[in-house]
């Protein structure tokens, strides 16, 4: 005769366990994993504005827009400013607008989304991209995350709209990667995505000069936060 | 059964991977690079070692009945642990392997040495083992990564070796080369195997003419007539 108390009391003792330990485990990595994913963020941030003198992550703006569309700006929930929109990290050079930068999702990459950086300048120009996120197939379509693998990631920078964001497969400028043209032409896609966002929703909701006193060089190197 | 030998079958006469043909989910999915196999296969290791060592300890107060829920619910939250304790530690390699640490879970190879070792042996032997597969499935999906990254992409762990003039091989980074490449394999473990099988032959064949020598006096053996 199976007795049945014993065993949900048995399943009952170590699911508990099992509940108690990853808690704790929780506990301990969770401030340790938020601090990754924003310093990767950062880092990104870092490498696509042109050289400025302000804290970008410290300045930054949510901006609510309207989504949609094969490629969209990343809207999100900024805990610490408690709003929901596009997150944009704004970058001056001696309390003048240089440049800014925010996450765009692609929906067209070959296997999930991509999640680019973009950064824009004021006159509406890339000055510089880097893959935030995707689950495209190593060896291939994961050559977009660095320049060395993909030459296209460099030469969409400078180009505004008015010029072609376009994979030369589809009769653009940009190179594409052998045997894996459609993770480019999602990046590209981003891109453009990201500027007309730019051109409708961004221009001039981000102060022209520095909110704060720009900061002493000597005391903050440029680039240099964390 | 000797530590060492309960440590040595999972490398190559029980290989999880090559021998057994278990957990080819994440076989055949991440070893599309060097530093993802080796990433995947350290992974599977640490949950496969932690499984083995808290199944032995606690298998005597779990009722048969109830064993394989237990054990699954112990093996979720370890390996719910170990992407937890990646993704603060490792965070790079776990954006790259994000997806297929959770599936560690279904990957047969820990279920099936907790029924078929911890669930029956000490934990000390428990962990041996443990050490012993994982180490075997390591190996074995960082080999297939390695071999996969060099004919389809030319590098190893993302070094280039080949130069310029190589012409890689895609379809070797894509699923239908780690089908090709892990038959490639199991054969050639096959093939080295029976080249040993072979050889051991031969020596024993040699041990008893030798013998059969010495109890004749080296004289030839007379035929039976017909024989000839």
């Known amino acids: ?226 | 059964m000797k530590l060492s030998a309960v440590l040595t079958q999972g490398l190559w006469k029980e290989n999880p991977t090559l021998r057994m043909m278990l957990g080819m989910c994440p076989v055949l999915a991440v070893s599309t690079s060097a530093t993802n196999a080796i990433g995947m296969g350290v992974a599977t290791l640490a949950v496969l070692v932690a499984s083995n060592f808290t199944i032995a300890l606690v298998k005597d107060a779990i009722p048969a009945q109830v064993r394989i829920p237990a054990y699954i619910l112990m093996i979720a939250s370890l390996v719910t642990a170990v992407d937890m304790a990646m993704a603060a530690w490792f965070f790079e390699l776990h954006q790259t392997l994000g997806l297929f640490i959770p599936l560690i879970v279904v990957n047969c190879i820990i279920l099936g040495r907790a029924e078929g070792f911890a669930a029956k042996n000490t934990a000390f032997a428990s962990i041996v083992d443990g050490l012993g597969m994982g180490l075997g499935f390591t190996l074995s999906i960082t080999t297939l990564g390695c071999c996969r990254e060099l004919l389809g992409n030319g590098s190893i762990f993302g070094i280039p070796l080949l130069g310029d003039a190589f012409k890689p091989m895609l379809l070797m980074v894509l699923p239908p080369g780690a089908f090709l490449m892990l038959g490639l394999l199991a054969a050639t473990m096959r093939r080295v195997d029976m080249a040993l099988e072979a050889r051991a032959r031969t020596v024993a064949e040699g041990r008893r003419q030798r013998a059969l020598d010495l109890a004749t006096g080296g004289a030839p053996i007379p035929m039976p007539p017909g024989f000839e």
């Open chain 1, 1 to 226: 005769m199976v007795n049945i108390n014993r065993l949900v009391l048995v399943l009952l003792v170590v699911a508990v366990a099992s509940a108690i330990l990853l808690a704790e485990i929780n506990t301990i990595t969770a401030p340790k994993i938020q601090a990754s994913q924003t310093a990767y963020k950062l880092k990104a941030v870092q490498k696509v504005l042109p050289p400025y003198d302000n804290q970008p992550a410290a300045d930054r703006q949510v901006i609510p827009v309207t989504g949609g569309g094969p490629a969209e700006a990343k809207v999100e929930l900024d805990e610490e400013l408690g709003k929901e929109g596009v997150v944009v990290y704004p970058a001056y050079q001696a309390g003048k607008l240089v440049g800014e930068a925010y996450s765009v999702i692609s929906h067209q990459g070959f296997s999930g989304d991509i999640e680019i950086l973009l950064g824009v300048s004021p006159a509406g120009r890339v000055t510089g991209v880097e893959i935030i996120a995707h689950a495209e197939t190593p060896g291939l379509g994961a050559k977009i995350v660095s320049e060395a693998s993909w030459k296209g990631k460099a030469q969409v920078v400078g180009r505004s709209l008015s010029e072609s964001l376009v994979v030369k497969k589809d009769g653009g400028e940009i190179d594409a990667i052998a045997g894996a043209t459609i993770s480019p032409r999602a990046v590209c896609g981003a891109v453009k995505a990201g500027l007309e966002v730019y051109n409708q929703a961004f221009k001039d909701k981000v102060p022209a000069a520095s909110p704060a006193a720009p900061i002493p060089t000597a005391a903050a190197p440029q680039g240099a936060h964390s």
